[in-house]
Structure formats: C-alpha cells, structure tokens
C-alpha cells in the first residue's frame, strides 16, 4: 500500500468512526445495540490520568475507561471470568468479561474504585515481580528507557541505535533490543535494567510513576479483597513462556501461582500468557501446574478451540471512541 492509499484509508476509518458516533448519539443505531448477542473477553492493561500514549498504545486515561464502563452498564451483561468459563450468558444482551494484564498500580488507584462504583467484575492477571523487589516490568523499562534514554546504548558488546517509535536496533543486524531480550531468560533482562538505569532515573519523576510502576504486595491483597475482582497470574518475571526452556517456564508458573495464592489467601487458576505467546508444550505445562483456564490473545491453532481450558481475547484499542470501541468489540473487528 502506498502513502497516499494509507493516507485514504486512514481518513475513511476516522469518516466512519465519527458517522458511528453520530448514528449512537442520535439513535439512529439503537437496535444494533439492542439487538447484540454474544460473547467476549476483553484485555486493558494501564489506566492513566492523562497523556495515554506516553511510552505505549496500551493504556487508555481513567475517563475514557469510565466512559467505557458507562456504555457497558446500558448495554451488556458483563459477568465474571468464572462465568464466562461457566456459559452463564444473558440471552437478552451480549456478554462481555473484563480482564487486565500486567499488574499495574494505576490498576488499583484508578480502575478499581470504578469498579466498585459500577459494580462492574474484572480480573487482573498479575506477575511475581514484586517477591524479587522490582517495582517495573522489564519491558515497561526498556520502553521508559527507550523513549529518554541515549540515541546510542551499548549491552553485552553490542551497539543498539534508536530506530523507529525509539526503539533499540542492533548496530549489527538491525534486530530490536527489545525482541532479543524475549528470547531470554530473566538473568539479562535484570543486567540491562541494572546497567541502563543510571542513564535515566526516571524513578525520581513523580508524573511518570502511573505508566510503569508495579502494584505492591499490599496493593494486591486489597484488589483481591474486593468482590470485584478477581486475581489471575501473568507468570513470574513477565518471561515468553514459549521463548524460555520447558523447565524454567514450568518454575515460572509454579512461582507465581504459590506467591499469588500465599498473598491473597485465594486459588489461582486462571493464567494470561504473557505477550500472549504460548504453545503446545506451555499450555500443557500450564495444566500441570494446576491453572484451568487460559487466557490467549488470538489462537495460534485451529484446535485450540477445542481444548475447554482455553480462551481467545479481545485487545481495546486507545485510539478510538468508547462508542466504536463497543461497536468493535460487538462485531470483533477493527475497521
């Protein structure tokens, strides 16, 4: 596709998003939302105050997710994680469940007080960084690093120079950092936090705090208390499980469900592969480690439909209006 038909394709989607706005807000689309059936898993991930695409396409501002949960309450049934397994699905509205990844703070400053003022369920898929005293996902570093850090950094004798979207390419065959250090294992990823932080102490900067810092132990005990949420596991480092050897993804999956579970005094079984990467072997070692029910992005297999632990979720998109949003999460598509 060349620029200009981008260019126009571009202007075509934001045509037909305003045309959706309007149509919702003049009712000329009432029955569409009234006469929606079905189903869906939906993933957020960080909430901030303001400036949402800071250092990711990930988060959404507090009042646009509010907007979210108000458009959710007139217009579907959202149930529990549980339920969703269970098939207890309203036959008079369509059915959706909340879920979020990553364990963020801003999780339990912004998101669940509205939950709780919605009364609206949610599950938040949280890993065992904290029971290593990280306060920061090492992807959440790389990204924070990325965006003020050097035009040039150099780790294990290699040169990596910013490239698009900041990102570290590799002097020598112009890989990303970031995807050289998802196939490895969390020994690197914690050098390079090491090394790199004194370029960019960003852990001095008050404002930046609700785009990467990790939910405490407490934290987490209190979202768990809440009957609005439940608490699910992300694996242990924030790892590729699928990238990693067999052994030290089956530890991973052990870890983090023993440390979750000592945490909040409840059962873990629910897992979201991290980055959404899984394969045959992870799935199965994911049963074996007592999880029965498996939180996918898109299957990789046809057959993964047939298995009952598994389940295939929805990523919301930041860049577009609640009201598109819900029209997108209706019909699974982004157009």
């Not at 898109?298 to 295939?312: C, I, W």
Request: with cysteine; net charge positive; hydrophobic share 35%.
């Amino acid at each position: 596709m060349d620029i200009y038909s981008k260019i126009r394709s571009k202007v075509a989607r934001g045509f037909r998003g305003l045309m959706r706005d309007a149509k919702y807000f003049t009712g000329l689309d009432k029955s569409f939302y009234k006469n929606a059936r079905g189903s869906r898993i939906l993933i957020y991930h960080g909430i901030c105050k303001e400036d949402h695409t800071r250092f990711n396409p990930i988060f959404l501002t507090a009042r646009m997710f509010e907007r979210h949960l108000q458009l959710y309450k007139k217009h579907c049934n959202v149930i529990p994680l549980d339920d969703f397994y269970a098939g207890n699905f309203s036959n008079d509205q369509f059915n959706i469940c909340l879920t979020f990844d990553d364990g963020f703070a801003n999780n339990h400053h912004y998101v669940l007080p509205l939950l709780e003022q919605y009364q609206i369920p949610a599950t938040f898929f949280i890993t065992g960084i904290t029971n290593e005293n990280y306060d920061i996902l090492w992807n959440d570093f790389l990204g924070v690093v990325s965006k003020y850090g050097p035009r040039q950094i150099t780790f294990k004798n290699e040169r990596y120079t910013k490239g698009r979207y900041d990102h570290y390419l590799s002097a020598k065959d112009q890989a990303a950092l970031k995807e050289k250090l998802r196939n490895t294992g969390f020994t690197e990823k914690a050098e390079l936090m090491e090394q790199l932080y004194p370029l960019v102490p960003f852990k001095n900067e008050e404002q930046l705090k609700d785009y990467w810092l990790q939910m405490t132990a407490g934290q987490i005990k209190e979202l768990a208390a809440s009957p609005f949420a439940r608490i699910g596991a992300h694996g242990y480092y924030h790892n590729d499980l699928a990238k990693i050897s067999p052994g030290d993804a089956f530890s991973e999956l052990l870890q983090v469900k023993q440390y979750l579970e000592k945490l909040t005094a409840k059962p873990v079984t629910s897992l979201a592969f991290p980055y959404g990467s899984y394969n045959p072997q992870v799935i199965s070692l994911a049963k074996e480690a007592g999880y029965n029910q498996l939180l996918a992005m898109d299957f990789y297999a046809a057959t993964d439909a047939l298995d009952n632990t598994m389940r295939e979720r929805f990523t919301v998109n930041p860049f577009i209006s609640p009201v598109n949003q819900l029209y997108a999460t209706i019909t699974c598509k982004y157009d």
